[in-house]
């Protein structure tokens, strides 16, 4: 028997970045209502045998592709430890994969994310960095945006000496659509607190993303 679709967690969101709004939320049936409209739209016909369930499925599937936006940004980044020795240099998660999707064509965005940081006096446990580009990812996004909002985000909570974050991705409606350009990836980069004012730290976090310190 197929799994009941149940609805996003609650009327209340995050926008994109991280503040609290209201969104008053279509209900199943309307979304599934849409689908068809779609389908009918690009030429289908939804009461064929291999379409039936497909409005079902893409709104089962959207809910998983795009739960980000009911995602707590201060649950997952909520705790931190202070218990680090003495531990101040370069934190850093390299090679993150993420999946997104743009906001302008709703097509896949397909990346890794890279996200360091200078403590001071606390650290985040290695999973949180990982929640938090999902938690961002899995919403319409540009690559621009998805970038600072990663960065902004650590960088208010854990309060460090700086945060650095890249993230290269290939975009599908470049792919896909438009120029197709099968292969072509983009880099995005922000840097917060000393990785701004200090090139050196900025060069080190480059110098260990190519595995050279």
């Known amino acids: 028997?197929?799994?009941?679709?149940?609805?996003?967690?609650?009327?209340?969101?995050?926008?994109?970045?991280?503040?609290s709004r209201s969104v008053a939320r279509p209900s199943e049936e309307e979304a599934k209502a849409a689908v068809e409209l779609l389908l009918r739209w690009i030429g289908e016909d939804p009461a064929r045998e291999g379409l039936l369930d497909t409005p079902k499925?893409?709104?089962?599937?959207?809910?998983?592709?795009?739960?980000?936006?009911?995602?707590?940004?201060?649950?997952?980044?909520?705790?931190t430890f202070e218990e680090v020795s003495g531990y101040?240099?370069?934190?850093?998660?390299?090679?993150?994969?993420?999946?997104?999707?743009c906001e302008h064509h709703m097509v896949p965005i397909i990346g890794k994310a890279h996200v360091g940081y200078l403590p001071d006096g606390?650290?985040?446990?290695?999973?949180?960095?990982?929640?938090?580009?999902?938690?961002?990812?899995?919403?319409?996004?540009?690559?621009?945006?998805l970038t600072a909002q990663i960065a902004d985000s650590i960088d208010k909570t854990l309060k460090p000496r700086g945060v650095?974050?890249?993230i290269e991705a290939e975009h599908m409606c470049m792919v896909m659509r438009g120029v197709q350009k099968i292969g072509s990836t983009t880099l995005t980069s922000t840097f917060?607190?000393?990785?701004?004012?200090?090139?050196?730290?900025?060069?080190r976090f480059m110098s260990m993303l190519r595995g050279k310190d």
Do not use: C, W
Not at 61 to 70: D, I, N
Not at 88 to 101: M, N, R, T, W, Y
Not at 122 to 145: C, H, M, N, P
Not at 192 to 203: I, L, M
């Open 122 to 145: 606390r650290v985040l446990g290695l999973s949180k960095i990982a929640r938090v580009v999902d938690a961002f990812g899995r919403r319409l996004q540009t690559q621009e945006s």
């Open 1 to 19: 028997m197929d799994a009941v679709i149940k609805n996003f967690p609650n009327d209340v969101g995050e926008d994109q970045d991280g503040e």
């Open 57 to 79: 499925r893409v709104a089962r599937a959207y809910q998983e592709l795009f739960s980000g936006y009911g995602d707590s940004l201060e649950e997952i980044l909520g705790r």
């Open 88 to 101: 101040d240099e370069l934190v850093l998660v390299k090679d993150i994969p993420f999946f997104s999707h």
């Open 192 to 203: 917060t607190g000393v990785f701004k004012t200090e090139p050196q730290e900025q060069a």
């Open 164 to 166: 650095a974050v890249m």
